[in-house]
């Protein structure tokens, strides 16, 4: 895409967090291209900086929701996750926002695949590390959330605390 065509679509900011500062063309692999500034073009953005994905996620142009989904698996933060699986695209946006995505599965420990937001039960006692006290067996667990790069680790509260249970030690209810 020429860059004057980039600036008319972006509107002549950068399309994750609206900066203009020193703006630059960065390509989405086997997509187009996206405007961003130079703090999300930076190798260490304040962490709090990419918060600015929350709002861009809502981009209607494809090339950026690609890389808003892309990008909110690589933060390893709750809200990262909880705004990646709320993302609304199109079917054939989404395939190709997986491409090159790993697409990690979750499964209990009788084989039963976890999804977000399932409930959960606990099969075996389990020290909390850190927190005082141990999950016991048959403790429910709502609303669980899936750890996008690791297919042994769930999360979800467990007597107001939230923590991560792997995969293991928990029955599909």
């Known amino acids: 895409m020429r860059w004057d065509e980039l600036m008319d679509r972006a509107g002549g900011v950068g399309e994750f967090c609206g900066g ?14 996206v405007l961003l500034c130079s703090v999300c073009r930076s190798d260490a953005p304040p962490a709090a900086h990419w ?58 420990s009788y084989g039963m695949r976890l999804d977000h937001g399932d409930t959960v039960v606990l099969v075996k006692d389990l020290p909390v ?24 680790h769930i999360e979800g509260k467990v007597e107001g605390q939230r923590i991560v249970i792997l995969t293991e030690f928990v029955k599909r209810k």
């Open 51 to 108: 918060r600015c994905l929350e709002g861009a996620a809502w981009s209607q142009e494809p090339s950026v929701q690609i890389a808003v989904w892309r990008k909110l698996g690589d933060i390893d933060e709750m809200w990262a996750r909880d705004t990646r699986e709320a993302m609304m695209m199109e079917p054939d946006v989404m395939a190709r926002a997986k491409a090159d995505a790993l697409v990690v599965e979750h499964f209990d």
């Open 129 to 152: 590390k850190g927190a005082g006290f141990t999950a016991k067996r048959g403790t429910a667990v709502r609303n669980i959330s899936l750890d996008p790069d690791n297919a042994a």
């Open 20 to 33: 203009t500062a020193e703006l630059a063309s960065v390509d989405v692999p086997h997509e187009d291209q």
